[in-house]
Each structure stands twice: as structure tokens, then as C-alpha cells.
């Protein structure tokens, strides 16, 4: 920790600081500037106590953390990076893979449909959601353990690996004996409690960044799931909100290189909801794709036009096989299958 | 529902938009304008299936909602302010409320130190966390149950009512069992699975807005509660998040009026989450006040600097007693009490 | 300056970093701390050379200033609050001044009609745009000089002194030959020629708040004001531009207590652009008033459907008179005339 | 435009709007739905006078646009994409253009050093400040004229092109005599008197994204560059301002389809004020080029770490070599040269 104080502050304050600092056990290192003093608070950040408290003290100026507070998930615990075996589908591995299906689990027609085109197209996990999360009461919440039946169903008969997302800790349990791949959703990036319950399944989590997430709080949400002992955790992300209107999110697409660097997991990238219309989705796949994303998450629906949630962003089943098709020089480009 | 078509659309195309409207049950109303053709569908948004997948059609370019989605959180649906009775303290009434107390409760030491001394200042409700959502798995995470019968203790002792969050949906009967009001905090504003359970014990809720939830989203969560049959509902702003550094967040005083002219519900105002600095306390309070705030949420610790979490943001026990004294003459040109 | 090594470093990488912090005129302090070695620099950061670009370099992790990079402007440069007075209306002093006035000046009718009523109201300076920054090249740009005419017109028949704004370097002369303040916009606060042409015209400046602007920012762009040997700079609060679409800007009314312990310079609030409705403007004042805001700027129209501009958060002329009725007993809580 | 009238408004409050709409020259088309009734305003957004003051009246709840309001730069406007030809090298056009070099030309060393690097790896433009807007008045701000003699001499000795920014409406002529390309910055992308004065120079125009502007303002800008008569304009994403800290800014790649999708013109994409990072610009090269990028603008500087700006953004001579190798594929996948 970094410890500034005010100007002109004197000897007795300052005495004041370092004893605080010695009886959280940290040593303190003065160093007298121009302006300031500054004092270095040499110890582990993420052991000892907080130093941040200081803040609140009348002679500081500031308290600003040098070490950075994730571990378990950063590059540095773990050499290179991670991958995650999902039913022979390796995620973070040389191949990139592709999820794909509808927004939510609507029928068997719809389900199969979906299932078949995109396997056929070249997806390797299917998607759907049979628990929705929905800004409002009145919108349709999902056909809950019926889609998870129609899930396991379509993976019987495609061999497909299946993602769904969990939003209650209650169905954890339920959730984890049908799904391959738990999915964390935005909306839930930091419920913690959540967190904790997907981990404890030890099925492979999926954590979406949340709307307005900090990576640094991303990396931090991600290292509930690995301090739970589940070491299978991807990063997803799915576009942040901010001032523009003219996409329901911004995907921010720095994450790819920034995860690779700051830590050793897998990051899977959401053109759908990162942008909400199913128009720029194969131009975000590309990008994605250029800059090193080990996955794809992408909504596809029979009809679009007729989808219960979601419908602007879904691509239809031409659209994806199209997609895919378009996507394999920029895949050969970045030297992955 | 009003949807734009592209230019120089045909009959043809226009033809199938209209039948799709007709299909999803309401009555399409054309508008042939100079650049384009906008079709108004008549009907009712929030019960009929929705439109918005026409978002995705060839010819569509724009699909805009018109009715408000929110209806039992309302202005329109109760005529006149709700207001909450929470152990003989009217919250919505005209007495200003202060619920104070420190971020988490610590021991019973300082439990009972600052529930008395906030008492004395004219606090009626003491907050204070027992399960505290935390970026980090590695910071302190409240003492749970502990704390909760801590809270009750200092009830029984000052006769305060007590407010504290709720982190888990299996925890809602537990802390129910203790608390006067649970508090749904912001990470947790869009857990809907958790609204539901805290609706469902019965109990007041305070919820808090989401880090960077829209007020027709916060309104919209707030319908989850009212919709599972909780009428005792509060909106607290908390400020969100924004680009500015020099504030943790960024108190938006303007839900004050906002909330009072779209909902019946009471709205409270947390400055301490909404600056994170102790040192603006107390400006915030007085323009929260002076705006019409239906009561205040402030943290408050007999040593911030010892505090075990967000001691930058709590005020000092003086500190409290002091606020609370410049406040009066604010209250009073508001009109209240 | 605090420069952070990352993990693992070695003694001549290290050795070359403190040899480049000496070569630029800092005296270079190790701390070595459990996981990374720190280097804090002593020196101003003022006037040497930046440190910044020490990130680009392989061995380092972070580098971090210490010191406000704004001094005249800083609370430090002035022991106490500055104050100006515009043709004998103090603004920073005891009296809460109200400059009221059309978004824009549209005719002789229009100005003179608002500048009585303003006047009659309690306002002591008269606002109205002749040159108007417009998102469209399509929309109304202002009646330009015409309009500085018919403001020094309404000046002379009613003693309010007049504000404002300036668009363009260009016409920094003419505007200043009419004008009693000029006022810097939202658009332009990025805009450094501008500043430094208005500040040499010797006149008073009000600089808005830019549209995503840190108030670091904010504080180093007024430093060119006073930089440029012109004291007479206040701040002007219109929010900013985040996620919420429900208002047009947020208003962040914590830059009253905070430019109050940053600066000496008054701070003034608009409500008006920093709601964009009509409607939230009262309340919007109150709660600036009980902060400690300096003076207010409202927008006022005697028509405002028939506004040539902004019509939506305009105020008639009888909800100004009203508004400043209900100001009377917050300004008087504020210990304030 | 489309009005909805608040709940439960009688006829005569309707009748005094539909009056008014028809006033302003449109036709009003009246819809009576379930619970409000909505009024289409058929005539030209664009030419006709605005709607939207209506929402300041008390019988009206919301007004809302229909038209897009840009024209020229619209892609309806011009059946096919646009190029501009700068000294012979199309941007636009089938080969991907390489705009590099320093941040601040800082002497004729550094910049001759890079150009001739830069040129020899593949740029066809040479960038390089000579006039730098910056945050503190403290900071370098530019070598000025005798910065743009160094660029004009590296341009006769390589043939590059040359770009530079224009900071004020008094430089545009002597500027545009040295540039071949004007770059509008950042911080004035809402200066619309300097967007005037750089189209009547007749030469091409850079327009950058402000801080925060929403793409369709971003439109808009560029629309008083076309409607003043210069039919050069290409716009250029370089990362907006939103929470995130990791990054300097948010690069938003989605602009690419979007602005593809939207307008004629092309789309640049500068990755190194986009992210502040030097180490991420490879990977923004990448993206941007697979996801349709006409141009990139990069910086390059023999000794990022001795810059006198932005030191952390800039690449290093090799760095800039290695990086051009590395783009040839992805530029090959997306069938450009």
C-alpha cells in the first residue's frame, strides 16, 4: 500500500499513521517528497488487514494498493494457460470452440432444429436457456427443468456437450446433473453466493462479465469459482454497458488479450448480446476470433422473428452456417483449427 | 408499439409486417410518413406477446415500446404515496427517517456503542451487515448469524428497528426471523430469484439500485416484489457507476423527484455508498433532504479507521450527532419532520 | 511518482529504472515489499519530466502520481474562497446569485418579456444564447451579434448583467464586448484554444462541465483560465452523460462540496441541462441550494413549447417566479441570502 | 415524429396538440390504443420545425424521432462506399492504408528515424502532432509550425503522406498548406467551428469519436463536414470513456459494421489511443483489419519510453515491423491487400 499525506502535515500525525500501519502489521517506509510525504506499507495486501481505512484519517491524502488482489486465477499461479475438457471438446486449447443455439429452450421442434443445423454447421456445444432471467415479472422466464430435459434430450441424439445457465443457488444441483457447462449470467456476475453454489457442482463454469463489471472485479468474481476448488472456469464476455444507444451493449473485444495476459483461463466471446442485433454479430465473430478468442457464444434460432426473448439478435440457421463458413480463414489466420 | 420500416419498402414486405402484427394479437395502424412508413400496433404491450423480434426483419428498421412496462410500482396504479410502517416509524409519512449503523456489525461492542449513540441523535432504524457481499473471496464476510443476533440484542436494548441485507435466497426465512426490513443490495438488484424469496418472507424491503441499472429497470425490479404480493416496498438510490474516479460513485439525487412522480413508493438516500468519502456525508444528506428523500441510509461506526470494511465511507459517532443537528433547519424547509 | 516493478525482476533491470528516474531529475527511493519491489520518486511532478512513459517499459507494472497536477485553481493557491463580482453581484459570497434566461435569444419580444420577469422574480443575471452549438448543421446556430445586441439591449433596461457563451476563438472579441461573463460549454470544456481566447479578453468565465469530464479534468481545463492571468473563473455543474436515458444528463450535485474543498472558485448549477425536463428543475435547486451552490442557471422561456431550441427543459415564467419562492427557506437553511 | 399523450387526456388537450402539430407543418395521424393514445407527425424531421418542444406540454408524456437525421454522410445518400485518394493511396478502397508514426513530432531525428522505418514496414501515412491539446497547461503542447516543417521535409524525403491534427480555427490554412489529411481530435469532435474551418480548407478531413459521443452524433458531426462542401471525410474510432480502468479508453470495433452499415465514408481505426497500451495494439490491429477496418492509425516512436507524450501507447520501431508481418494474413482472410 501507498500512503499519501496532505501537505504540511506534522510530526505527531505522521507518528500517528506509521504506529497504525506497524499494528496492522505492516512495515512502513517514508519517503519525504517536495510536496508530500509518502509512505510504503511493505507487506501482503491480500493477508493482513486493509490499509484502506487509513483513508478516512483527517492527515492522508490517499491510500492507493499496489498488489494486485486476484491469484488463484492470474497468469502468475499457473504458468500457461488452462484448458477445460468438455466431453472431448477442448476449450482454450488449439481449436476454437463454437456454442451455439437458441436464447431460450422454447420446444423440442425448436430445440432439435437448432441442435442438428448448428452441429452441422460445425458447433460443438449447444446452448439454451430453460431459466431466464427477465427485467420484467411479466416476460417469459423460461420452461425451467422441461428445457433442461429437451437439453439433455438434443445432446443424446447430436452428441453436442450442452451450456444452460444457472440462476439460483437452489437449482445447483438440478442444473449441474443435466448441463455440461454452468453459465453464469451478467446479471449475476456478482452474486457470490451464486458463485460459490456453481463451483461447489464442480462442473465447468462459464462466468459472463457483468454489465458494468471491472475486469479487475471479473478476475476476482472468477476467483470465488477457483477458491471453491473448481478449477474449470472460462471467462465470457458479453458487452458492457455504457452511453451509446445504438447497441445494447459494447463488446469490448480488449478483454481477449487482456484475460490472456492477466490470467491462465479460457475467454469466450458473446457477439449476441454484445451487440443485440444479429447484423453485426459475424463481423464481431471475425474480430473475435482475430484477436484470439478461444470461443464463441453465439443465439441462433429457427425463426428470429418469432423467438420468445431476444429476437434481434438471434441469427437463423442459414445465417450461422454462412457465419461459420466466413469465419474459417480468420481462424486459419490466428493459426487455430 | 411503434415499428419504422426501411425506406422504399414494398406491399409485399409491408404486407407481412402487418400480418405478423395481426398474429401476435394487436391492430396494426399505418402511417405513410415522407421518408417512411411507421406502423402503430394497438394493443396491450405488457400482456400480448411482444414485438420487439421485429426488430430483426429485413424491412424493419426500428421497433419502439410505448407503453411504460411497470404497472403495480405506478404512480398511476395507487393514487397516492405508500408508505411503510416499520415498528411505529412511518417511512413515506412526513418524518424524515435515519436508519444509521456501521457497514458490518463487528462485535457487540461496537454494535451496542453505535446503536445507542445514533439513538441518541435521533436515528429510528439501525443498519448494520451480517452478510456482507464482497469483491474479493479473501475479505471478511460478515458473522453472519452471529451478527444477526447481535442486531436483535441492540433492538431489545434501544428499541431501534432494524434493517439488514440479504445475500442468499436459503438465508430469507433466517434473516427474516431477525430483521425489520431486508435490504436487497446492489449487487444483487437484478438476482431476481432473490427478490422473490425477500418479497415472500412478508418483511419490508429496501432495494437498492443496481450499480448501472436504468430507473426503469430499478422500477421494473421493484415490480417483482409488489407482483409476489409484498406491498412494502422502498427504492434506495445508492449512486452508480460512471467514468469519474474522485467518487466511488456517482450519487444520482435526481431518482428523488423521479421516483416520487413514477411510483408510490418511498425513496431513500444512502450517501455513504453514494460518495464512499465520510467528507461529503453531509452535503449529500442535506440536498437529499431539501429534495424531498423519504429517509436516509448512513453509515455510521465508532472508529471508521478500525471499521472491518468501507472505512473511508463511515462517519465518526460526533460525526453523526453533528450531521444530525444541521440537518434540522433543511427539514424544516422541506416540510417535514 | 510511484513506480511499481513487476515480480520476478532482476537487479539490472531494476538499476535501469533508477538510473532513467535519475536521468530525468527525480531522486529515486527502493521499497521492497513481499511480491514486488516499488520505487517512489521524489521530485515535482509539476515541472520535471513525466515518469508516465516508464510504462512502456518491459520491467515495469504500473506507475502512479501523487500529486494534483492543478495548482492555481487548488484550494492550497488561495487560503480562502475567491469571489467575483459582475457589475456588483458577488458571486462566492453570501448571497446566492440566479442567472435565468431563454436557452436561446429569438427575438426582442421573446428577451425582453423573460428579462423582466427574471429580474421581477429575484434573478440578477440575464443568460440567452446568440451562438448556439447545435449536434445538427441542419438545426437553429443562434441569431449571433443580433443577439448580443438584444442582450446588452435587455441589460440596459433592467440592470441585469449579462452571460453568455462563447463558441469560437474568433468571436472571443465580439462576445467579450458585449458580455458580462462568458461561458464556456459543454461541448467546448476539451476545447484549450477556446479557454485560453477567453480567458485573455479579461472577462469573467464560467466553464461548464464537459460531457464525460473527470473533475481532475474539469480543475486542470479552468487551470487554463487562470494560467492565462484571468482570477475570474467559476465552475458550472450541468451533468454528465452516462447509461440512464430517463434524464439527459445526470446532474452530480457532490461537485458542490467537492470543487468547494478542491478549488477557491465559485461553483455555480445548471438544473436545466442537467436534467433535461422541465419538470425536475425545482427540486434540482432546492437540493443545490442546501449544498452550498454559489448561483444557479436556469433556463426560463415565456413560451417554452414554442422554443426555438431546448423547449423541453425550459421553465415558463411563472414557474420560475414560483421556483424562486420555494427556493427561500433552503437558501435561508443554507445560512445564505 | 410520434407523440404519446399521457393516460386519460380529454379531448379538448388533445385537440390544442394536434393544432399545434399541424401548425408546424405536419400532418397529425392519430392512433387511439388500449391505454394511451398516440399521434404520428407525418413531414420532414429534417426541414421542418421541431416536435420535440411538445414534450415541455402537460398532456404530452413522450416525443420520439422517427427519421435518422444525418443525410449526406448516410449511406442512402450514396449508393457505394467512398474513397479518398491522398497522394495517390486510396482509403476506402480494396488496400488496407497504414497511417504511423510518433504521438508528438519532438525533432527532426525522432521523426525522420521513424518515418523511414515506418515507411519501409508498409505505411503509406505519416502521423505525428505538432500542435497537442492537453490535459494540464503545464504540458508539452507541441513544436507548432516548425513541427509541420519537419513533417513536410520527411514527406519529400519518403513520400509518405502526411496527417496532423488542427487544434484551432486561426491555424486551419496554415495547417491544411502543410497536411495532406486534417485530423479533428477527441476533445473537439463537438467543435463545430473548427469542423467548418478544417471542410473549407478543401482538404480531407480525420474526424475522431468523442470522448463520449454516441455514434449517431458522431453522424452528425461529420455531416457539417459534408455540408460544408468537402466530400472527404472519413471517421476514425479511437475508444470511448466509460468505468473501465484496465484501459485508457473502450475501443468500440463494433463501429466497423456500423459505420459500413450507416455511411458512405470510411472507417479508420487508431488502436493506440484506444487502448493507452502499447502491448494490446497488435491485437486492436487485428480485430480491426478482420472486421472490415478502410485504414489503422498507430503510434510509433524509435524510444516509446523517452516520448514527451503518451509514452505508454506508442510502439517501438520493431514493434511496428513485427506487427505489419504479423496483420498480413488477417488482412488476406479479409480479402483486402
Request: glycine share 8%; with cysteine; net charge positive.
Amino acid at each position: 500500500m501507498i500512503i499519501v499525506l496532505k501537505p504540511g502535515i506534522g510530526k505527531k500525525d505522521e507518528a500517528a499513521v506509521l504506529k497504525e500501519i506497524r499494528r496492522l502489521g505492516y512495515q512502513p517506509h517514508v519517503m519525504r517528497g517536495v510536496a508530500r510525504t509518502v509512505i510504503g506499507a511493505i507487506g501482503d495486501e491480500r493477508t493482513h488487514k486493509s490499509l484502506e481505512t487509513l483513508a478516512s484519517w483527517a492527515q492522508v491524502e490517499s491510500v492507493m494498493p499496489i498488489q494486485k488482489r486476484y491469484k488463484l486465477v492470474s497468469r502468475e499461479a499457473h504458468g500457461r494457460a488452462s484448458t477445460i475438457d468438455v466431453r472431448g471438446n477442448v476449450i482454450g486449447g488449439k481449436r476454437v470452440q463454437v456454442m451455439a443455439g437458441p436464447c431460450s429452450v422454447e420446444s423440442e421442434l425448436q430445440l432439435m432444429t437448432t441442435a442438428h443445423a448448428v452441429k452441422k454447421a460445425g458447433a460443438t456445444i449447444l446452448r439454451g436457456g430453460a431459466f431466464k432471467p427477465r427485467t420484467s415479472p411479466y416476460e417469459f422466464q423460461g420452461l425451467g427443468e422441461k428445457g433442461l430435459k429437451l437439453l439433455a434430450k438434443a445432446r443424446q441424439e447430436t452428441g453436442l456437450a450442452i451450456i444452460t445457465e444457472l440462476l439460483s443457488e437452489q437449482q445447483a444441483e438440478l442444473v449441474a446433473d443435466y448441463a455440461d457447462i454452468l453459465q453464469i449470467g451478467t446479471r449475476n456476475a456478482h452474486n457470490f453466493q451464486l458463485l460459490i453454489a456453481a463451483a461447489r457442482t464442480g462442473k465447468p463454469v462459464l462466468l459472463k462479465r457483468g454489465l458494468s463489471m471491472k475486469i479487475e472485479e471479473w478476475l476476482l468474481a472468477g476467483e470465488y469459482i477457483l477458491a471453491n476448488e473448481n478449477p474449470n472456469l472460462m471467462f465470457c464476455e458479453r458487452g458492457v454497458r455504457t452511453f451509446e444507444t445504438f447497441t445494447r451493449n459494447m463488446l469490448d473485444l480488449s478483454t481477449i488479450p487482456i484475460i490472456k495476459k492477466e490470467s491462465h483461463c479460457p475467454i469466450v466471446i458473446d457477439p449476441s448480446q454484445g451487440s443485440g442485433r444479429a447484423d453485426l454479430v459475424a463481423s464481431m465473430c471475425k474480430g473475435a476470433v482475430a484477436m484470439g478468442a478461444d470461443a464463441l457464444l453465439i443465439e441462433v434460432h429457427p425463426n428470429p422473428a418469432e423467438a420468445w426473448s431476444d429476437g434481434a439478435q438471434q441469427v437463423s440457421l442459414e445465417g450461422f452456417a454462412t457465419l461459420m463458413e466466413e469465419l474459417k480463414p480468420f481462424i486459419a489466420a490466428a493459426g487455430r483449427e
